[in-house]
């Protein structure tokens, strides 16, 4: 199973100058609970923004590369190895834009943190047939003195139709 997790703005933006645009250590937290010791697939460019692979999580890159290699997550150039692995194991894609564009037909579960907010940026999400999907679960976070905007966390899943 294919599931993506991101977290957006009011206007569906995601990123900015590589890197998250606003600072939200709640839902750093979520990100971190729902993808411990499972699989994660980034691209190169937000393998980049991490600067790392993120621990106790096995961390596969997608790259164009042949000859990129990285001493801390493998690195594969063809999304079919990983619509091979979601057969057997739920595989988190967790961005940025043209990971999730690369696999939006197949993806079959949403977490997605909404931020009640818009930042400047310069990557949004992509272009998603949300018709198939339906809203299944929802849990307003808090705000704090550390997390300083309004924020929702949503679980979508596919309906088949
Ligand atoms: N808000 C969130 O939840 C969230 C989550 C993740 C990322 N982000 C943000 O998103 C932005 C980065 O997104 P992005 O769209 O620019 O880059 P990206 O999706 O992280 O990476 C793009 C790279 O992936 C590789 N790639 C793309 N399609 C491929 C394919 N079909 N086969 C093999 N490799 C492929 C290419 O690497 P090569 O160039 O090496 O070939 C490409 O340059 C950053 O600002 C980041 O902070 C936000």
């Known amino acids: 199973m294919l599931t993506f997790i991101w977290a957006q703005d009011e206007q569906g933006n995601i990123g900015k100058d590589n ?16 993808t411990t010791g499972h699989t994660i697939v980034i691209g190169r460019k937000t393998y980049e923004s991490f600067g790392r692979a993120l621990p106790n999580r096995r961390n596969i890159v997608l790259s164009r590369d042949q000859n990129l290699s990285l001493p801390d997550a493998e690195v594969i150039h063809d999304k079919k190895e990983v619509l091979k692995l979601a057969e057997t194991e739920e595989v988190f894609i967790c961005g940025g834009a043209e990971i999730y564009r690369l696999f939006r037909d197949q993806a079959s579960r949403l977490l997605v943190t909404k931020i009640g907010a818009s930042f400047e940026a310069d990557t949004a999400f992509p272009e998603l047939d949300w018709s198939k999907f339906q809203e299944v679960s929802r849990i307003e976070g808090q705000e704090d003195e550390k997390n300083r905007y309004p924020f929702t966390f949503y679980t979508y899943e596919r309906v088949e139709n």
């Open 19 to 34: 890197t998250m645009p606003w600072h939200l250590p709640a839902d750093l937290a979520y990100f971190k609970k729902q």
